[in-house]
């Protein structure tokens, strides 16, 4: 198998204008191709310049990838497509809601993992919680991973948004 031929996860950060159908249109490109999409986020960014900003996580061959990136720049409401995973260092985060239902020791151990992660409680009953955490998606899926023998009944996540390091603007 050659380098070129290997499947690699890219985060790549969209800007575009702020108008009706663009997510759409941004989604219909993914899968109309049968590419898939492992996370999306989109915000608005630019309230003066009516932009926002939409962060793809998806896996492709090196080739499938630069497809991806050019049909993007392609459309029309696109203003800059950036690969953050090959154009440098870069920092992702994404946001998670657990809930953990439970009671005694699998109460008390859920707190105790809950604290070496550093997820915070931001709802608590006589039975549940509910922890807010903030980090990479493996630190949150070793979290789900060590929360769900606890009890854990659902998550929310937020999906990953990116940025470049350093000064330079996207």
């Not at 575009?16 to 899968?31: K, T």
């Not at 898939?36 to 990838?65: F, H, K, P, W, Y």
């Amino acid at each position: 198998m050659q380098q070129t031929d290997i499947e690699r996860r890219h985060t790549i950060a969209v800007l575009v204008d702020n108008e009706p159908g663009v997510l759409a249109r941004v989604i219909g490109l993914f899968s109309g191709r049968g590419y898939n999409i492992e996370s999306l986020t989109v915000a608005e960014v630019d309230e003066a310049q009516n932009l926002s900003r939409i962060t793809v996580v998806t896996s492709g061959t090196e080739m499938i990838i630069e497809q991806i990136k050019a049909q993007l720049d392609r459309l029309v409401p696109v203003h800059r497509v950036s690969d953050l995973t090959l154009e440098g260092p870069s920092v992702e985060r994404e946001m998670a809601l657990i809930k953990v239902a439970g009671q005694g020791e699998n109460r008390i151990e859920s707190l105790r993992i809950a604290d070496i992660f550093r997820a915070r409680v931001v709802d608590s009953t006589a039975t549940s919680f509910v922890f807010e955490m903030t980090g990479s998606t493996s630190k949150i899926d070793a979290f789900v991973d060590l929360m769900t023998p606890l009890g854990m009944v659902d998550i929310s996540r937020t999906g990953v948004v990116a940025i470049a390091r350093g000064a330079a603007a996207m």
